[in-house]
């Protein structure tokens, strides 16, 4: 098995509202994605209306995302963007990076994701055929960056 390094994805946030400390669910954060885009040598996409990225909250610290965001290229082609399975396990560098509104850089904190694609479009299809994993970090004031890899 191998990782194909395919794309980055970049977003800003606007949040957190929450956490719904005390809920018989857990407790979650809600932020809004407000820009984004995936960028690599056979995609350009940006977003196409804000999306939202619930974290629940784990009594270790951990953070589980679950996040779905819609994008289209240049011509109008339509990929939605979610990922499900997700986790940020903070560390100090972490934490104060996002206190701060600085970067981290990628082995700063364990933040990994699965991703999860839907087009029709043609010339994407390959999104829906395999499997996708990324690997995040802070990238600034309210910025979450991912490299995403293929499974090859």
Request: hydrophobic fraction near 40%; charged fraction near 25%; aromatic fraction near 8%.
């Amino acid at each position: 098995m191998e990782l194909t390094p395919e794309m980055i994805y970049r977003e800003t946030i606007d949040g957190p509202w929450g956490p719904t400390t005390g809920s018989p669910l857990g407790a979650r954060l809600c932020w809004q994605v407000n820009t984004a885009r995936l960028i690599g040598d056979r995609i350009d996409a940006t977003l196409v209306t804000p999306g939202m990225d619930w974290i629940r909250i784990g009594a270790d610290g951990t953070r589980r995302q679950d996040l779905r965001v819609t994008l289209a290229d240049e011509d109008g082609e339509v990929i939605m963007l979610s990922y499900d399975n997700a986790l940020i396990r903070e560390s100090p560098a972490f934490l104060a990076a996002l206190g701060e509104g600085r970067e981290t850089r990628f082995g700063d904190q364990y933040m990994r994701m699965v991703a999860q694609f839907d087009t029709g479009a043609a010339r994407y299809r390959r999104l829906t055929q395999s499997l996708f994993i990324g690997e995040g970090r802070l990238a600034g004031p309210r910025t979450i960056e991912y490299r995403i890899h293929r499974v090859d």
